[in-house]
């Protein structure tokens, strides 16, 4: 996800039984300051809905759907 010139990165990461997160590499961003949101997900129904509320409405911004149903 980009918003201006920022850039998101998006992992989904399991947590093992002694209750740590797996260590990420990522090399881009050596030496930057992040934030970590936890977000648990207790089954895959619940990260299927998640990735799906965070997919792009992008396809609706068409100039061949506007006049469609514009002219509805």
Do not use: C
Not at 9 to 26: M, S, T
Not at 64 to 70: E, G, M, P, R, S
Request: aromatic residues 6%; proline residues 3%; negative net charge.
């Amino acid at each position: 996800m980009k918003r201006g010139n920022m850039q998101a990165y998006r992992y989904i990461a399991e947590i093992d039984e002694k209750g740590k997160l797996e260590v990420l590499d990522i090399p881009e961003l050596s030496k930057t300051r992040v934030e970590v949101i936890i977000v648990p997900l207790k089954n895959d129904e619940e990260i299927d809905l998640l990735t799906a509320s965070h997919s792009s409405t992008g396809f609706w911004d068409n100039d061949i759907d506007d006049q469609v149903w514009n002219n509805v």
